[in-house]
């Protein structure tokens, strides 16, 4: 398998509140944000493109328990929480998507409240590789609408971590990605081909 200016990294909310110490923290989430940096630059350096998505939520956005939502607050816009976790330095040329900025809507993929699908198609992207947090929330929703707008995806599965609301949930997930068609694949196997 051969890289180049039609494949794309797609880095899922790999947020300061979505990583220890955040509101809604997952437990390997810096251990995440490193290896999504590495595979950046490895993604880079072979001339495909890394996309870096971003939940950009009012404080008064309807997911919130406040809003009688399900979630604590999280990735406001402007603070520390909703920032991209600082092992994560996407190189230059790197592209960057806000989502859920709409109060009304959850965004968790990638791809509802933004334009990553006009900037991927933009640019000519045909195949996609899919990692960051949550593996049952950002990840699972914005691969399942990649497969079904025609890209091929492959998801990242030693650089993704689950919420697990449920015990589990990142595991199902992972079977549902590949029951919708996705590929499952490690850092290790995508470094070796690049």
Not at 43 to 54: D, K, L
Not at 61 to 85: L, N, V
Request: with cysteine; glycine share 10%; net charge negative.
């Amino acid at each position: 398998m051969e890289f180049n200016n039609t494949d794309a990294l797609l880095i899922i909310d790999v947020q300061n509140d979505f990583c220890p110490g955040g509101t809604m923290g997952v437990r390997a989430g810096d251990e995440v944000a490193a290896t999504m940096n590495n595979l950046a630059e490895v993604f880079s350096s072979v001339g495909a493109a890394v996309f870096t998505t971003q939940d950009w939520h009012p404080s008064e956005h309807s997911s919130f328990t406040s809003k009688c939502g399900r979630w604590p607050a999280h990735c406001i816009q402007g603070t520390k929480g909703a920032e991209r976790h600082p092992y994560l330095k996407p190189p230059q040329g790197s592209h960057f998507v806000k989502k859920g900025a709409s109060v009304d809507k959850d965004a968790y993929s990638g791809f509802v409240d933004s334009d990553l699908a006009q900037q991927l198609n933009q640019i000519g992207i045909c195949r996609v590789f899919v990692g960051g947090i949550a593996t049952d929330y950002g990840v699972l929703n914005t691969v399942i609408d990649a497969l079904e707008l025609g890209f091929e995806t492959y998801v990242l599965t030693d650089a993704v971590a689950s919420i697990d609301v449920e015990p589990n949930d990142g595991l199902r997930a992972l079977h549902l990605m590949e029951g919708s068609g996705a590929t499952l694949v490690t850092t290790s196997q995508v470094r070796a081909k690049t």
